[in-house]
Structure formats: C-alpha cells, structure tokens
C-alpha cells in the first residue's frame, strides 16, 4: 500500500520554482548545523551546558529537516508524488518525536538560562555534564515515549479507498483523515500529547524567563541589565520561529476549516524547515565564542 502527496494544492503549476527557495533553506540548515555541531565538537572551551543543549538542538533540527525536505523536493521537481505506506509512517514518527524533543531541548535551554542569570555561583555545579546528558536523555525518550502510540494505532487501521494526502509530508492528523474507522482515541491522544507536552514545555519556559526578568531588573548596572538580555535574546528568536508557526499549524489542522488551504500547508512547510535554518544564523551571529571560531576557521587559523 502507498500514499499520494499532492504537495501544494493550488500551487501545481508554481511548485517547480518554489522548490528552490526550499531548496536554499535545506542547504543552509543543513551547513549550518554541521558547522555548529563540528565546532561545538572540536572546541572544548565550548563543552558546557549551553553549547551542548545547541549541538541536542542542531541534531534535532538536521533529522527535523531532513525528514521531510528530501521527498519534498522530489515532489516539486521529479513529480514523486507516491510514497510507501512505511515510509509515510516512519516520517510520521521522525517529525512528531523530533518536533517534540526540539521543544524539550529549547525548554532545557530556558532552565539552562534561568540557572546562569538566577544563580551564576552554582551554575556550574548544578548544571553538570552529567545533568545535561541526563536531560537530553528525558527529553529524547519523552518524544518517544509519546509518539510511538499514535504511530502504532494507526498502523493497526483500516484506510479509505483513497489515499491522497493534501501536502507535502506525512503528518499525524493527515494519515487519520485517511482512515476508515472510528478515530476518536487517537485524535484525543494526539491533542492530549500536544498540549501536554508543547504546554509543559511553554509553561517551564514562561516561568524561567519571568523568574529572568525579575532577576535581571534588579541589577545595579545598566549594562549588566543589557548583557544579561543579550544572552537571553538568541533563544527567545528560537522560540518564536519554532512556536508561532507551529501553534498556526496545529491549530488549523484542527480548528481551521475556514483557513485556505494553501496557507495552512505552506505554513506547515515552514514550520518544518524555517527553524531548522534560522537556529544556526541566530546562534552563529548572536554568539561571539561560536562566530569567533567559525571566522577562525574560515580564515585558516588556529583558535
């Protein structure tokens, strides 16, 4: 059995040269993030908590991407349109688990902050390698843990005659629409793992920077007000990219029926590929030990 992805339904005859925008942006994800890992890797003055959460959110956004962008990009330009019943199941999973384990890291990364700005004294000793590895390890099996369910419901039902998916990828609530039974549970356990675990994770990361912002206006100094908001800035973009786009598309997916199509698909398509992309700009630009070693690096000298 297989499944047809339209792509962009209603962009037909356009999807040839919009594949090569998404084309641009897989490539600078995909540089980018091997970049980042490779420094993060090879600097060992980078070895602490805050680069080893970036290098959790590098190989997540590399597997994020590339999860879907391939088969994409074959859609828009070979007309591949066909796609295995596995396969369609396995990018389920990847793109649910690794959407997951993104937002995990990205929570890890508010506490990482809340700990550095709250605490500076113990923050080395209470955010210890093993500690990082430990939370990196929770936040992985958790996406795991949560979306093996959903894949092996619906691995165990019966599917329409039809079997055309109005996008791009192979999403969760798209292979449903596709089944011929009652999907009641799996709908609920779909909406019970969103907002459990995008929730947990919104509400940690609100509360850290509540706790920040107090911190952080309480210092003397002006410009220790300024750096302590420069250190947050990079992680607060990151957040936005990921949450605003995504929150659209599941919202939509459930709730937006009088939404053109074309626009929820194509937000869906961003939110899978634009924060892959932009996390190693951001962090590149905004990071001075990061933009110092790739500028050494591009230039032949030794850090």
Aim: charged share 10%; proline share 5%; net charge positive.
């Amino acid at each position: 059995m297989s499944f047809i992805l339209l792509g962009i339904p209603g962009l037909e005859n356009s999807q040839f040269w919009i594949a090569f925008p998404f084309c641009a942006m897989y490539v600078v994800a995909i540089v980018g993030n091997i970049i980042l890992l490779h420094v993060i890797r090879t600097d060992h003055t980078l070895h602490e908590p805050m680069y080893l959460f970036l290098a959790m959110l590098a190989v997540s956004d590399l597997v994020l991407s590339s999860s879907t962008q391939p088969k994409m990009l074959a859609i828009f330009w070979f007309h591949a349109h066909e796609i295995e019943y596995h396969a369609c199941l396995t990018q389920v999973f990847f793109i649910h688990t690794f959407s997951s384990v993104e937002s995990g890291v990205l929570m890890a990364m508010a506490l990482d902050r809340y700990v550095a700005i709250c605490f500076p004294l113990r923050h080395s000793s209470i955010l210890t390698t093993s500690v990082v590895i430990r939370l990196g390890a929770a936040v992985l099996m958790r996406g795991l843990l949560c979306v093996s369910p959903c894949c092996f419901m619906v691995s165990r039902m019966p599917f329409c005659p039809s079997h055309v998916i109005p996008q791009a990828y192979c999403e969760h609530m798209a292979v449903l629409k596709l089944v011929c039974a009652d999907t009641r549970i799996n709908r609920g356990y779909g909406l019970f793992v969103a907002f459990s675990v995008g929730g947990f994770d919104m509400i940690v990361i609100g509360i850290s920077y509540v706790m920040i912002l107090r911190a952080v206006l309480q210092l003397p100094s002006g410009e220790a007000r300024l750096k302590a908001f420069g250190t947050c800035a990079s992680h607060i973009c990151v957040i936005l990219a990921l949450y605003i786009p995504a929150l659209f598309t599941f919202l939509t997916h459930r709730f937006g029926h009088h939404v053109p199509r074309v626009v929820h698909i194509m937000f869906a398509n961003v939110y899978l590929l634009v924060p892959p992309m932009l996390n190693p700009i951001i962090y590149g630009v905004r990071t001075k030990q990061i933009r110092v070693r790739v500028i050494q690096g591009c230039c032949g000298k030794e850090p």
